[in-house]
Every structure is written in structure tokens, then in C-alpha cells.
């Protein structure tokens, strides 16, 4: 769901509340701080909107602008080595442009779908 200048979380898309924390930024190690965010992609492009609680407000207040976003192309997606993070099912992205993120949840199947559909993203993307 685009506008001209920015990207906005269409709260009728397919999103998952997944917990997020950046890594790196810029090259350039950061203090963790996991956050549970609404995660969309959209086309190669990884949205996060901060998580409000009970989710219900957040699906009455219409449209979220995304705490951040993060282009896939050129970038990688992995499965976190243990030494990243001691939480379970903890994907990693990397960007071309020097982000590290984890994106973790506690459900198996849902942190699948996303491995799945981050890979094929980037791979898709891979030339563009
Ligand atoms: O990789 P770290 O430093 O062990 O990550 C843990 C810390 O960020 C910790 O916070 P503080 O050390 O800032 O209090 C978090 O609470 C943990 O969740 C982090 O580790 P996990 O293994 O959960 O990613």
C-alpha cells in the first residue's frame, strides 16, 4: 500500500507481530533491543510498525507508518547462529547497505513461512 513519498501499512495486508531487533547499523555494531513490530513485505521492500499491545487499536487506527524499512536487494537471510541470540527460530537479514537485523518468533511454522518468503525475495531480487 504506497503513497508517492511514503510507504504505509495497509492494515487489511497479511502482517505477523514478530520480535525484531537491528544488530548492526551502517557497519557499525548496536545495542540489541528486541521489539515486537508488525513485519510486511512488500516487493523487496521489509516493513516494521511498532506493535500496540492488543493489536485491535492498532487495527482500528487505520494506517501505521513503519518504524523502518529495509530494502532486501543484494542483501542475505540466514538462519542466526546460536551465537547471535539464545532464542529459538531467530532469522538474520543482512543489507547491502550494512544493516544486521534478527527477526524471531516463538511460532515455528509462522517464522518458516517467513524464511521462505525472505529468501525468495531476495533471490527474486537478486538482479535488480
Ligand atoms: O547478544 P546479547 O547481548 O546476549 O543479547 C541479549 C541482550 O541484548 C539482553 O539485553 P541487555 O543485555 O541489554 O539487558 C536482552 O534482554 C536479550 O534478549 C539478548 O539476548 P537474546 O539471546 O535474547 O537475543
Known amino acids: 500500500f504506497l503513497t508517492s513519498h511514503h510507504f504505509l501499512i495497509n492494515p487489511f495486508c497479511c502482517c505477523d507481530l514478530l520480535n525484531v531487533t537491528k544488530i548492526t547499523e551502517h557497519g557499525k555494531k548496536v545495542r540489541k533491543n528486541w521489539t515486537s513490530s508488525w513485519t510486511v513485505l512488500q516487493g523487496s521492500t521489509l516493513l516494521f510498525a511498532k506493535g500496540q499491545g492488543g493489536g485491535t487499536s492498532w487495527f482500528g487506527g487505520g494506517q501505521s507508518k513503519p ?42 511454522v509462522l517464522i518458516n513461512d517467513w524464511y521462505r518468503a525472505l529468501q525468495d525475495t531476495i533471490s527474486t531480487h537478486v538482479r535488480t
Open 67 to 108: 518504524e523502518f524499512t529495509v530494502d532486501l536487494r543484494g542483501g542475505s537471510v540466514d538462519w542466526a547462529s546460536k551465537d547471535k541470540s539464545s532464542k529459538k527460530h531467530v532469522i538474520e537479514v543482512k543489507t547491502r547497505q550494512g544493516t544486521e537485523l534478527l527477526i524471531q518468533s516463538e511460532n515455528d
